[in-house]
């Protein structure tokens, strides 16, 4: 397994303290998992996020990540 690269934005960056991490997981589901224990206060704050593997957002934990990937991590926000 590669690691993969991990864009963290607002509410997500403040959870973990870092705007970029990486992280060996093979999926969706085992990268949100891989963060969930990597960074305690990051855990409830994945529940509303929206997850961009290279660009395309996704909701299915069983996705393939490419040895290599970057998944973005984009809590909602509001604003205008």
């Known amino acids: 397994?590669?690691?993969v690269r991990v864009r963290l934005f607002a509410a997500a960056r403040e959870a973990a303290g870092t705007s970029e991490t990486t992280v060996e997981a093979a999926t969706i589901g085992g990268l949100l998992d891989a963060l969930s224990?990597?960074?305690?206060?990051?855990?409830p704050v994945l529940t509303r996020c929206s997850i961009l593997l290279e660009g395309v957002r996704t909701t299915d934990r069983a996705v393939a990540i490419e040895p290599g990937g970057t998944v973005d991590v984009l809590p909602p926000y509001a604003g205008g």
Do not use: H, N, S, T
């Open 1 to 3: 397994m590669e690691a």
């Open 37 to 43: 224990q990597q960074f305690e206060d990051l855990g």
